[in-house]
């Protein structure tokens, strides 16, 4: 019997071709200035709160200063459903996210963490809103600018863009601060610079973007979308007070029996009484806020939201948005304190390794996603990619164990590029930079595919709304781990804590198999037309 014949692909022209790499080298740039901030409420705020002399409890719990990255989705249908004037849709918000970044950045610089520590820490969650709020935006400009078939390749640029930023936020900024080995910068000086970097990345959005194509807002009333967004922001403020004045009690009351008959330190029942006052206070405050959002009619958030659960096998995607990185995050969620308090590595040489040698493999291994996402497909290719990222967390568990010099070492010459230098030669242990490499090549070739996931399953009137929920679940792992994680290391310690983290990520794969056929349907064939 006869096949009817495969229509070949339609050859692209000169000007869809330029067109096609315009895209491509926007998100990359786009991605830059989304990691720029991350590392500064995150990796390298962690150094400097280390480098104060705070303790790795409060380290951990100071990781929640990243809550909005989890409650984006809140806000985010106020960008769907308004564009700011003269820069068209998207872009506007960027810009003006991207200048209130450089502000926020100039006024954490000026704050002492250990001399006022309620204050920097409410200045990171600033930074940590506007950073999120940017993300929204980029999210959805570049999930509305790239053709479905652009999309894994375009997931591994912007993960080259973002990889980049963090090298200069969270790489070479570790080489600044090392008094003898690197420039002696101090932390307030490095987020000086980060300042002018936003300011600068703010210009290049006004005038280097192309505009998108003009898509329908949602249709819903504009007076009520505020007016939903305030009584949103109410009920979170007022879950927060009832959190505030009755969580520690009830958490007491609950857990204090079973904490006085084990044999952990008082300082750390408390934080694990902190702990729970926390996780009840989110199961107050959530639900609140939904509720909240119906009665005042927030229709953009609603039509946004019910758009996404219509989808077949809408919740189980969520579920598994959450696992697919929930390990990772685990096991990264207190790297820094654990290479530089536990193993007592140097800072340039966590710079060098970590933060420059590392995050250039996570480069490698989110372009190596990209291109091999073309050929195993989009299912495939997260069930691989995080079968490897479960595998790393190993590395570290052997790193805990052995310590320093177990597979000896190398060393980087002194060099001075002008923008950041070594003064003097630095060894680079072996095992360190080991464990680092598999566990940046597996994470960057994981988050390739995972980004993609996150692009297909959005509906282009709400991409902002959409991509803010998914993203907001994808970063539970990163940011609600923190707590938990700094309270488990100091009370398991840091071999089984690595072990754990490990374990943490078999559901993820579980759930991918169990979801086999719905991600297949989402993938694009091979050999389909770029859009012009």
């Known amino acids: ?126 930074v940590a809103f506007i950073s999120a709020s940017q993300d929204v935006v980029i999210d959805a400009y570049r999930t509305d600018l790239l053709a479905p078939q652009e999309r894994g390749i375009g997931s591994s640029l912007n993960v080259l863009g973002y990889r980049l930023a963090m090298i200069v936020s969270g790489g070479v900024a570790f080489i600044w601060v090392d008094p003898t080995q690197g420039g002696g910068w101090t932390w307030p000086e490095v987020y000086r610079l980060m300042a002018a970097l936003m300011a600068g990345a703010a210009v290049v959005s006004a005038l280097c973007l192309p505009r998108l194509r003009t898509v329908p807002a949602p249709s819903s009333v504009a007076r009520n979308d505020i007016l939903g967004f305030m009584a949103v922001l109410a009920a979170v ?64 958030l609603l039509g946004g939201l019910r758009s996404y659960f219509s989808m077949p096998g809408a919740g189980a995607f969520l579920a598994l948005i959450v696992l697919y990185k929930l390990g990772d995050a685990f096991a990264g969620s207190l790297m820094t304190p654990f290479l530089i308090k536990s193993m007592a590595y140097g800072t340039a040489e966590i710079g060098v390794v970590n933060k420059v040698i590392g995050l250039w493999l996570t480069i490698g291994g989110a372009l190596l996603g990209g291109l091999l996402m073309m050929r195993l497909g989009l299912w495939r290719s997260l069930l691989l990619f995080g079968l490897l990222q479960m595998l790393s967390n190993l590395g570290f568990w052997w ?51 995972f980004v993609a996931l996150l692009m297909s399953l959005c509906n282009q009137r709400f991409t902002a709304t959409q991509y803010a929920l998914l993203s907001a679940f994808a970063s539970v792992g990163r940011v609600w781990v923190g707590p938990l994680a700094g309270v488990l290391a100091e009370s398991i310690g840091w071999p089984s804590f690595f072990i754990t983290s490990t374990v943490v990520a078999l559901p993820a794969l579980v759930m991918l198999w169990l979801l086999r056929d719905s991600v297949r349907a989402l993938e694009v064939p091979l050999g389909a037309a770029l859009d012009d």
Request: proline share 6%; aromatic share 8%.
């Open 237 to 300: 403020v007022v879950g927060y007070k009832l959190s505030d004045l009755f969580g520690l009690s009830i958490a007491q009351a609950l857990l204090g029996p079973l904490l006085q008959q084990s044999s952990l330190p008082a300082a750390l029942q408390g934080r694990w009484v902190e702990l729970l006052a926390l996780m009840l206070g989110i199961g107050l405050t959530l639900p609140l806020a939904a509720w909240a959002a119906r009665r005042a009619r927030f229709e953009t």
């Open 399 to 449: 790193l805990a164990v052995h310590g320093q010099g177990a597979m000896g070492g190398l060393t980087v010459p002194a060099f001075d590029w002008g923008f950041v230098k070594l003064a003097q030669t630095t060894p680079v242990d072996g095992g360190l930079l080991m464990v680092i490499a598999a566990e940046n090549i597996s994470g960057g070739m994981g988050t390739a595919a």
């Open 1 to 126: 019997m006869l096949q009817p014949p495969v229509s070949a692909p339609v050859p692209l022209s000169l000007t869809q071709r330029l067109a096609a790499l315009h895209r491509l080298a926007v998100v990359i740039v786009l991605g830059f200035a989304s990691g720029l901030p991350l590392a500064l409420t995150g990796q390298a705020m962690q150094a400097w709160l280390s480098v104060e002399g705070i303790d790795v409890a409060t380290i951990g719990f100071l990781s929640l200063v990243g809550l909005p990255y989890t409650f984006k989705f809140l806000w985010a249908p106020l960008m769907d459903r308004f564009d700011l004037p003269w820069l068209g849709r998207r872009r506007g918000w960027l810009v003006l996210t991207q200048l209130l970044m450089a502000g926020a950045l100039l006024l954490l610089a000026a704050t002492s963490p250990s001399q006022a520590t309620r204050a920097f820490a409410l200045l990171a969650v600033l």
